[in-house]
């Protein structure tokens, strides 16, 4: 603390604070070069921004989709729709003789499941459960369905251990690598996408190249039975094991102690004790374990059993070849929910199943004839040839669509087919010619092109207006002190003025304000481009009268539509066409190498969120600025400390004197 003018009585702080008023202004003029450094560079980052949203709009631009907007017509839509994509050229197509529609491939079963039309299979129940409800019953195999995951640790795997979990039925296995279906086969594999189930050796058998590091293997299979176990965590009569459909008990322990397992009655197995005495039973429905007797918290439990399974496989002939897939069915699973895994599936087909006529039906998914020599689609297993009965039934359909396109008798798989960038579809058989016609949607053209000279517009307006604001010279960033004597309305208008004017005819804005009107306005020489479209003129596009709007264009609706119309490979080609000279690239092409090159010089001058202080221009005179004002408020330290040095040296003077003058009238007195 500093305590001045005891001895003089005069207001040192003052004083001194008067004196480092003068010699701070140096470094309220270094502040404010540094404000209006930033206030600049924010300035040029903003006009950058501009830049990169009209490149954004440029590179839209040079995409064909823009100028090759298709429109079709029918002469009979009843008949044959057409849509056509960017792709497609001006063209017509003539079809007729269209005596076969493609339908798709239906398997109808050979009819009702259930074995009483008053007492019908419920299709949301646990299929064992329906099991004597259906006109042909099935054998249940007993095991367990398991699945297991893997991720392939190096390059060309082609074996993979089950890790003890002892798989049983090498048919009952369904395998998928990045989800993909593997083909099962029955011996050790020799092709790509085979796999074999050795249950000799729990393993995983893969053909050909084997596997790539890092796939995921998905692996569905049978094994010979599972365990669980509990220790229950408070008094309990019952228990409920992981799986339901239970086809038989191979031990079961409490507290280590050994009980057996005998049919009971309504579905059950009886758990006896060693004197016979039964302690409770488990219900094969739900695989839930019932106690005579609350069991005691602490209890340990353990159950080996077999659940009921079957499975089945199911395929189909499609557009990407024959395709087929096993499916492991558990008895407690329902109907509903293995139509559910079918129709999810890759195979291709549908299962439906109406309880009304108490039928199901396979379609596959695709219309077409994709097997000449037989059936579409492809069943085996018990469960889909008598349980379900679709051995004996009837296949229809799965043909392809005949008709004469242009002239030529020909089919396809599809109603609907595309041909050069036109869909097709065809949607009754008829005898006589339907025309389809593909033309250029001019409307659609025209609004691409007025919308980006709309926004061509908009950034040469708001660079003009930067380039040409007011430069106001005595409008200064604002002190802190001068902060202080104004209220806020009056500090936002000063700064107003203070921003305005920073960036008066910058050489890199105007530079592409003028570059960019070079762009647009030299001929476009291109073979793809007639000598009559050449120029923007030549289809309707201007320059406003007006110098003072700095060149934004003016559109000649009707010029425009007309060139369009009469020439749209050359219209596309004046924006979009390409060339290794300036004069051969369209006008998009010139304006976004122009655009590039003002925006790396923005970036050079002003950088972006991204750089430091040292990668831009802007941003070294900030650092320098910034070295100048830390070395000048060290220097201003010093300063302040030599005044009070010196007021101080002043303060012991006087004091001395005062103290001689005190003493001498002392003794004078004296």
Same mark, same amino acid.
């Given at each position: 603390?500093?305590?001045?003018?005891?001895?003089?009585?005069?207001?040192?702080?003052?004083?001194?604070?008067?004196?480092?008023?003068?010699?701070?202004?140096?470094?309220?003029?270094?502040?404010?070069?540094?404000?209006?450094?930033?206030?600049?560079?924010?300035?040029?980052?903003?006009?950058?921004?501009?830049?990169?949203?009209?490149?954004?709009?440029?590179?839209?631009?040079?995409?064909?989709?823009?100028?090759?907007?298709?429109?079709?017509?029918?002469?009979?839509?009843?008949?044959?729709? @057409?849509?056509?994509?960017?792709?497609?050229?001006?063209?017509?197509?003539?079809?007729?003789?269209? %005596?076969?529609?493609?339908?798709?491939?239906?398997?109808?079963?050979?009819?009702?499941?259930?074995?009483?039309?008053?007492?019908?299979?419920? @299709?949301?129940?646990?299929?064992?459960?329906?099991?004597?409800?259906?006109?042909?019953?099935?054998?249940?195999? @007993?095991?367990?369905?398991?699945?297991?995951?893997?991720?392939?640790?190096?390059?060309?795997? %082609?074996?993979?251990?089950?890790?003890?979990?002892? @798989?049983?039925?090498?048919?009952?296995?369904?395998?998928?690598?990045?989800?993909?279906?593997?083909?099962?086969?029955?011996?050790?594999?020799?092709?790509?996408?085979?796999?074999?189930?050795?249950?000799?050796?729990?393993?995983?058998?893969?053909?050909?190249?084997?596997?790539?590091?890092?796939?995921?293997?998905?692996?569905?299979?049978?094994?010979?039975?599972?365990?669980?176990?509990?220790?229950? #965590?408070?008094? /309990?009569?019952?228990?409920?094991?992981?799986?339901?459909?239970?086809?038989?008990?191979?031990?079961?322990?409490?507290?280590?102690? #050994?009980?057996?397992?005998?049919?009971?009655?309504?579905?059950?197995?009886?758990?006896?004790?060693?004197?016979?005495?039964?302690?409770?039973?488990?219900?094969?429905?739900?695989?839930?374990?019932?106690?005579? %007797?609350?069991?005691?918290?602490?209890?340990?439990?353990?159950?080996?059993?077999?659940?009921?399974? #079957?499975?089945?496989?199911?395929?189909?002939?499609?557009?990407?070849?024959?395709?087929?897939?096993?499916?492991?069915?558990?008895?407690?699973? /329902?109907?509903?929910?293995?139509?559910?895994?079918?129709?999810?599936?890759?195979?291709?087909?549908?299962?439906?199943?109406?309880?009304?006529?108490?039928?199901?039906?396979?379609?596959?998914?695709?219309?077409?004839?994709?097997?000449?020599?037989?059936? *579409?689609?492809?069943?085996?297993?018990?469960?889909?040839?008598?349980?379900?009965?679709?051995?004996?039934?009837?296949?229809?359909?799965?043909?392809?669509?005949?008709?004469?396109?242009?002239?030529?008798?020909?089919?396809?798989?599809?109603?609907?087919?595309?041909?050069?960038?036109?869909?097709?579809?065809?949607?009754?058989?008829?005898?006589?010619?339907?025309?389809?016609?593909?033309?250029?949607?001019?409307?659609?053209?025209?609004?691409?092109?007025?919308?980006?000279?709309?926004?061509?517009?908009?950034?040469?307006?708001?660079?003009?207006?930067?380039?040409?604001?007011?430069?106001?010279?005595?409008?200064?960033?604002?002190?802190?002190?001068?902060? *202080?004597?104004?209220?806020?309305?009056?500090?936002?208008?000063?700064?107003?003025?203070?921003?305005?004017?920073?960036?008066?005819?910058?050489?890199?804005?105007?530079?592409?304000?003028?570059?960019?009107?070079?762009?647009?306005?030299?001929?476009?020489?291109?073979?793809?481009?007639?000598?009559?479209?050449?120029?923007?003129?030549?289809?309707?596009?201007? %320059?406003?009268?007006?110098?003072?709007?700095?060149?934004?264009?003016?559109?000649?609706?009707?010029?425009?539509?007309?060139?369009?119309?009469?020439?749209?490979?050359?219209?596309?080609?004046?924006?979009?066409?390409?060339?290794?000279?300036?004069?051969?690239?369209?006008?998009?092409?010139?304006?976004?190498?122009?655009?590039?090159?003002?925006?790396?010089?923005?970036?050079?001058?002003?950088?972006?969120?991204?750089? #430091?202080?040292?990668?831009?221009?802007?941003?070294? *005179?900030?650092?320098?600025?910034? /070295?100048?004002?830390?070395?000048?408020?060290?220097?201003?330290?010093?300063?302040?400390?030599?005044?009070?040095?010196?007021?101080?040296?002043?303060?012991?003077?006087?004091?001395?004197?005062?103290?001689?003058?005190?003493?001498?009238?002392?003794?004078?007195?004296?």
């Amino acid at each position: 603390m500093r305590i001045g003018g005891l001895a003089s009585g005069m207001d040192i702080d003052s004083l001194v604070a008067d004196l480092m008023k003068a010699e701070r202004m140096p470094l309220d003029k270094l502040k404010q070069k540094k404000q209006t450094l930033e206030w600049q560079r924010d300035d040029y980052r903003s006009m950058n921004t501009l830049l990169l949203d009209f490149r954004s709009e440029l590179t839209q631009m040079k995409l064909s989709t823009n100028y090759r907007a298709r429109t079709t017509s029918s002469t009979n839509s009843d008949y044959v729709t @057409a849509t056509a994509s960017s792709a497609a050229s001006q063209s017509s197509y003539s079809i007729k003789n269209v %005596t076969q529609l493609a339908s798709a491939a239906v398997l109808k079963n050979a009819g009702g499941v259930s074995a009483s039309s008053t007492d019908k299979m419920d @299709a949301t129940k646990s299929l064992h459960s329906q099991n004597t409800k259906m006109r042909n019953s099935l054998t249940w195999s @007993a095991g367990v369905v398991e699945s297991k995951n893997f991720t392939v640790a190096s390059e060309g795997t %082609t074996e993979l251990s089950l890790d003890g979990l002892n @798989a049983i039925d090498s048919n009952a296995v369904n395998i998928k690598v990045d989800g993909k279906v593997f083909k099962v086969v029955q011996s050790p594999p020799t092709s790509d996408g085979e796999i074999f189930l050795d249950t000799t050796n729990d393993k995983l058998l893969f053909g050909g190249a084997g596997l790539k590091k890092g796939a995921v293997v998905n692996a569905q299979f049978v094994t010979e039975n599972k365990t669980d176990s509990t220790t229950l #965590t408070q008094p /309990s009569s019952s228990w409920q094991l992981s799986r339901g459909s239970i086809h038989s008990v191979d031990a079961i322990k409490i507290n280590d102690v #050994t009980y057996s397992v005998s049919d009971g009655s309504n579905d059950t197995l009886d758990i006896k004790d060693a004197s016979d005495n039964i302690v409770g039973f488990i219900n094969k429905e739900t695989g839930k374990v019932n106690f005579n %007797t609350e069991q005691a918290k602490d209890t340990k439990i353990e159950v080996t059993y077999k659940q009921n399974y #079957t499975s089945f496989s199911l395929g189909a002939h499609t557009s990407k070849g024959e395709t087929s897939e096993t499916f492991l069915v558990q008895g407690s699973q /329902s109907l509903n929910s293995v139509m559910e895994k079918v129709n999810s599936s890759s195979v291709g087909v549908t299962m439906f199943y109406d309880s009304f006529s108490d039928q199901l039906t396979l379609t596959r998914k695709e219309t077409g004839n994709f097997n000449e020599a037989g059936k *579409e689609i492809i069943k085996s297993g018990t469960f889909m040839n008598s349980f379900l009965r679709f051995g004996s039934g009837t296949e229809t359909d799965g043909q392809d669509a005949i008709f004469n396109l242009n002239g030529l008798d020909t089919r396809r798989h599809s109603n609907t087919f595309e041909m050069n960038g036109v869909t097709l579809n065809i949607k009754n058989t008829f005898t006589d010619p339907v025309s389809i016609s593909v033309n250029n949607d001019s409307t659609k053209v025209f609004d691409n092109i007025k919308e980006f000279v709309t926004k061509y517009n908009e950034l040469i307006d708001k660079i003009q207006k930067k380039t040409s604001e007011d430069y106001y010279r005595s409008y200064q960033p604002l002190t802190d002190e001068q902060r *202080e004597s104004l209220s806020d309305k009056q500090q936002e208008q000063w700064e107003e003025k203070a921003k305005s004017g920073l960036l008066k005819r910058d050489p890199i804005l105007t530079g592409v304000l003028s570059q960019m009107r070079t762009d647009f306005y030299a001929p476009v020489s291109n073979e793809k481009v007639s000598s009559a479209f050449s120029q923007l003129a030549s289809i309707g596009i201007t %320059t406003s009268s007006n110098y003072l709007e700095g060149g934004k264009l003016v559109i000649n609706d009707a010029d425009l539509k007309k060139a369009i119309e009469s020439d749209p490979e050359s219209v596309e080609n004046l924006f979009r066409g390409d060339g290794n000279t300036f004069n051969q690239k369209g006008l998009v092409q010139r304006l976004y190498d122009s655009v590039n090159q003002s925006m790396d010089k923005l970036k050079e001058k002003a950088g972006n969120s991204f750089s #430091t202080n040292q990668q831009f221009s802007l941003g070294r *005179e900030l650092t320098n600025v910034d /070295s100048s004002i830390d070395r000048f408020q060290d220097r201003l330290k010093q300063v302040e400390d030599r005044y009070w040095r010196q007021f101080t040296a002043m303060e012991k003077a006087i004091q001395r004197s005062n103290e001689q003058s005190m003493f001498l009238m002392n003794q004078f007195g004296g």
